[in-house]
């Protein structure tokens, strides 16, 4: 994805969901947003290289605490079949069976705001698929993304069967 498809598909977005006075502000500024982004792909490359090194020493039987916190910590870029990082960062199985169509990616975890003792899984759920982001819903759909958010928005209601949502685990 290049610069000019990245801003076509954020201005995009901001027209739809802000109006377009707001797209169209000269004080709002693109860059950040796609910097953001471009990060969170370089992100998931080093995640991927450090889970590989935490495999190694989980099946070296040497991995540390610290190496466990840092496993959950990456849980998100786990690969939903892979059972033995899954189990050792602590995940439950339902929500590994809950991961991106498009990345393959187990959807992310956060605490609920009001009881910190649950963890929730959260992500997208469209057309009977689990998404782990917006950039890979509308992959989905279209691999240029902003093509795959016109195509996405089209497809879109507010009754439909596309919703980000919250999933309590049931285990």
Known sequence: ????????????????????????NPSWSIAPLAQAIKSSFDERTQAAARL??????????????????ELQ?????????????LEAA????????????????????????????????VGWYCCDEYYC???????SFNSDLAEGYENWSEHYSDDGDCYFTEWESEV
Not at 7 to 19: A, L, P, Q, S, W
């Open 90 to 121: 602590g995940i439950p199985e339902d929500f590994a069976n809950r991961q991106c169509k498009t990345c393959g990616d187990v959807l992310p975890q956060k605490q609920h705001d009001h009881r910190p003792e649950i963890t929730l899984q």
């Open 73 to 85: 910590e990456l849980a998100p870029f786990i690969d939903g079949g892979d059972m033995e990082l």
């Open 133 to 139: 982001s917006e950039p890979c819903l509308y992959a």
């Open 52 to 69: 590989e090194y935490l495999r190694e020493e989980l099946q070296a039987e040497r991995i540390s605490y610290g190496e466990l916190a």
């Open 1 to 24: 994805m290049n610069d000019a498809q990245l801003t076509k598909m954020i201005h995009k977005y901001v027209e739809d969901n802000f109006g377009s006075s707001e797209a169209n």
